[in-house]
């Protein structure tokens, strides 16, 4: 079952804490807290992704697959800590796993998935009665594999990671840690609700899309170079549009394309 268990180091007030810390900056009263979360607020919503490094956030994350936590590890912003549960010393005989939708949906590709799983695990139990030391079992075990994670990170970096990660193109898994890790967000005070609302993917953020290979959801950013001829060639058009039949002349030759 899929876990996030925000821990008690984690501060509930994250826009007052950042408040407090930038007022240093502007040599104001950082006793406050009300004069603080409203200078905190502004920092949040002017986009001063300093001051989103002060609140840390820890997590124990639980049920996602290793494949995850390791995409996870890539995310190196903020100077972020974790640990994640060993090969080394925990046994992985009778493993869980997770299975994907496109897997799940087909009976046949289950199957096969699953009896993977199932000779990975017998094989497992096998060296392991041979002697093997775990440590060297490990490496047999699957990305898919069940794995738990515990994280110290701050605002910033998780905000930074939705952009990314909640993209639709992004791997599925991971979009649902994501969505799981707003909720659990917003769940847990009313200030860090306010800044998981900032966890969405970078379109949304633009207002155009910067993949190459778009999903088509938001517009892709035009070329300077490409708009700037677009725009030339509109100037061009828009004194002859206004002729008499160059509407039909041009759907006729729309139509000849089509055709």
Known sequence: MQKITILSATTK?????????TGVCYGSDTTDPVKNYKRGKDCLTSGHG?????PQVYLVIQGFSARVEREIYTHIAG????????TRYIKYGEFQYITPPSILKDPEAKDRYDWVMYQISEAYKDLEALGVPKEDIGGI???NMESTMVI????R????????????????????????LKQELSNYSPEWAEIAAEFKPKCEVYGYCTEKFTCGRMP???DPAQEKQ????IAAIEPVAKTPGFMESLLKLVRSYLT
């Open 13 to 21: 007030d994250p826009i007052t804490l950042m408040g407090e810390c």
């Open 50 to 54: 300093r001051a989103l490094e002060y």
């Open 79 to 86: 100077s972020p800590t974790r640990t994640q549960a060993s």
């Open 141 to 143: 075990l699957p990305l």
């Open 152 to 155: 110290r990170t701050n605002a």
């Open 157 to 180: 970096h998780l905000i930074d990671m939705s952009h990314q990660r909640m993209c639709s193109r992004a791997l599925w898994e991971y979009r649902e840690f994501m969505n799981l």
């Open 220 to 222: 892709r950013k035009k």
């Open 230 to 233: 677009e725009k030339e060639v």
